[in-house]
């Protein structure tokens, strides 16, 4: 499925839920029932910086496409991180680069993040779309 459906399917998923609180809540919930990474994969250069919580993001580049895990201490980053692994992962290098996770914001899951945690919240594609940069630089 092409990024730009992704991000419409998601979209129409989380606009269903009327509440900007229950949303938030579904995000947790999202991020409880993924699945988190091995005690081994948690190292510093899976590590990003600039967030509060402690946070990973594990890439993964493989016949043209990338993907993606996540790990966090901290419920709401990790459903964050893993709603933008999940977006993120089994599309190709250059479709990453071009595609920004706006549709959060139209969503109102952003506005209701603290200044920090918005911060991650870009670290965590600023993360994604650099390893999708240095896959194309292979290339």
């Not at 005690?39 to 190292?43: F, N, P």
């Given at each position: 499925?092409?990024?730009?459906?992704k991000?419409?399917?998601?979209?129409e998923?989380i606009?269903l839920i009327?509440d900007?609180?229950?949303?938030?809540?579904?995000i947790?919930?999202r991020g409880?029932?993924?699945d988190?990474?091995t005690?081994?994969?948690?190292?510093d250069?899976?590590?990003i910086?600039g967030?509060?919580?402690q946070?990973w993001?594990?890439?993964a580049?493989?016949?043209?496409l990338?993907?993606?895990k996540s790990?966090?201490d901290s419920?709401?980053?990790?459903?964050?991180?893993?709603?933008?692994?999940d977006?993120?992962?089994?599309?190709?290098?250059y479709?990453?680069?071009?595609?920004?996770?706006?549709?959060?914001?139209?969503?109102?899951?952003?506005?209701?993040?603290?200044p920090?945690?918005r911060?991650?919240?870009?670290?965590?594609?600023?993360?994604i779309?650099?390893?999708?940069?240095?896959?194309?630089?292979?290339?």
């Open positions: 499925m092409a990024l730009e459906q991000k419409d399917a998601l979209v998923e606009t009327p900007a609180y229950e949303r938030l809540g579904y947790v919930d409880k029932k993924a988190g990474l005690e081994d994969l948690r190292i250069s899976f590590k910086e967030c509060m919580s946070l993001i594990v890439p580049y493989k016949e043209g990338c993907s993606f790990e966090s419920a709401i980053v990790k459903g964050i991180a893993s709603l933008l692994c977006f993120y992962s089994e599309e190709k290098p479709d990453i680069q071009k595609t920004d996770a706006d549709f959060l914001s139209e969503v109102g899951i952003t506005q209701h993040l603290s920090n945690r911060n991650g919240l870009s670290r965590i594609v600023e993360s779309q650099r390893f999708a940069k240095s896959c194309l630089a292979e290339l």
